[in-house]
């Protein structure tokens, strides 16, 4: 059964489509890449996906377990956000908040699964440092715990190796593979990297013209793969 299903889905603002007739699925366990042109509707989906703002038209289905607020997200980071004057603790706790309901403190669970998603990111030491004096693949690190403190099914993932190093970069997509392979948690990324995404991915989804939606291989096979990975060394592997 599949985790999230997008049926005839149209995404814009103020009733203007960027993205329509949009329809896929996303089952446990799969690693699916969002590729596409700026401007093609990528983030918008993300939004949609995220119930920020609602579709034009067609529906947003969850299933197998999957409830809208167990979702994990890891945003694009602006630059007011990398200087956010908070601890690296707080804000991966911060991914607790929808365990939390009404109540207005972290329980001792919580307070663990913090712990632990910070020790698996490999941050346990900096925890009581403030992130803005962190580096950026610090930072991502910080993020991807605290998405993880909310989730163990569904990562959203927007440009998570933007503006790092090719060393951070690596690491972070490394640990995001771990994470898929070895944790079974399901990857949804929005990437400009089309060499990683060949890589890593075991699903594309290629919004904009043209529209594509399916395994890897046929991706290589499609119109929009032939046309955006032309020239790609992963393609030819």
């Known amino acids: 059964m599949a985790l999230l299903t997008c049926e005839n889905l149209s995404l814009g603002y103020d009733g203007s489509a960027v993205l329509s007739h949009l329809c896929f699925s996303v089952c446990a366990g799969d690693y699916l890449c969002i590729v596409g042109e700026n401007g093609s509707g990528k983030?918008?989906?993300?939004?949609?996906?995220?119930?920020?703002?609602?579709?034009?038209?067609?529906?947003?289905?969850?299933?197998?377990g999957l409830r809208a607020n167990e979702i994990g997200y890891?945003?694009?980071?602006?630059?007011?956000?990398?200087?956010?004057?908070?601890?690296?603790?707080?804000?991966?706790?911060?991914?607790?908040?929808?365990?939390?309901?009404?109540r207005p403190f972290f329980n001792r669970e919580e307070k663990k699964l913090?712990?632990?998603?910070?020790?698996?990111?490999?941050?346990?030491?900096?925890?009581?440092?403030?992130?803005?004096?962190?580096?950026?693949?610090q930072q991502q690190?910080?993020?991807?715990?605290?998405?993880?403190?909310?989730t163990r099914k569904l990562l959203l993932l927007d440009e998570p190796v933007a503006g790092l190093d090719?060393?951070?970069?690596?690491?972070?997509?490394?640990?995001?593979?771990?994470l898929n392979r070895e944790q079974g948690i399901t990857i949804m990324m929005i990437s400009h990297d089309m060499a990683a995404a060949l890589r890593y991915a075991s699903h594309i989804l290629?919004?904009?013209?043209?529209?594509?939606?399916?395994?890897?291989?046929?991706?290589?096979?499609?119109?929009?793969?032939?046309?955006?990975?032309?020239?790609?060394e992963e393609a030819s592997l």
């Open 43 to 64: 983030s918008t989906l993300m939004k949609t996906i995220l119930r920020l703002q609602p579709p034009l038209h067609g529906r947003i289905v969850t299933g197998d």
């Open 74 to 102: 890891l945003p694009q980071q602006t630059v007011v956000q990398r200087d956010f004057p908070a601890s690296v603790r707080e804000i991966v706790l911060s991914g607790c908040l929808n365990r939390c309901g009404s």
């Open 114 to 137: 913090a712990q632990e998603n910070m020790e698996q990111m490999g941050i346990a030491a900096l925890a009581g440092h403030c992130y803005r004096d962190l580096s950026g693949g």
């Open 141 to 150: 690190r910080v993020l991807l715990a605290r998405a993880l403190c909310a």
């Open 166 to 178: 090719p060393k951070a970069a690596a690491d972070m997509y490394a640990q995001i593979w771990r």
């Open 206 to 232: 290629h919004v904009g013209e043209p529209l594509f939606f399916g395994t890897k291989a046929a991706y290589l096979n499609s119109e929009a793969g032939k046309l955006y990975t032309a020239g790609t």
